[in-house]
């Protein structure tokens, strides 16, 4: 089993940045892809960003590249996601997810992943 907590959510004006931290507990050895999602009100789940825990690999969405950067601790059982030059766009509950042995490659998919966390949100005003 493994457990994930975001923190780092909170309000911030257009241009700002924030930092989300997801940290992990229980077997977090059988992790082999963090990611992060993004739901706004009335929408569906939206990928974010993914990191390989083995090579470090990182995959984006195009609306978060050069904006956004995945990083993860595997010492500390930690992934964030730092967030700069947010747009109000980028409003919505960011959740960090976890994906553990695998047969074949989706870390933009959703229903890829085992675990899930509760979600933090994340509102940028104009």
């Known amino acids: 089993q493994v457990q994930l907590v975001e923190s780092g959510g909170g309000l911030v004006q257009a241009g700002g940045s924030l930092r989300l931290s997801c940290a992990a507990s229980?077997?977090?050895?059988?992790?082999?892809?963090m990611g992060w999602f993004r739901q706004a009100p009335g929408k569906e789940r939206e990928f974010v960003a993914a990191i390989s825990v083995r090579g470090g690999s990182a995959y984006y969405t195009d609306s978060v590249q050069g904006r956004f950067t995945i990083s993860g601790d595997n010492a500390k059982s930690m992934v964030y996601l730092q967030m700069n030059t947010l747009k109000p766009e980028d409003t919505a509950v960011y959740y960090c997810a976890a994906k553990s042995a695998y047969a074949f490659l989706a870390p933009r998919s959703p229903n890829w992943y085992n675990y899930w966390g509760q979600g933090t949100q994340v509102t940028v005003s104009s």
């Open positions: 229980g077997r977090t050895f059988s992790s082999t892809f």
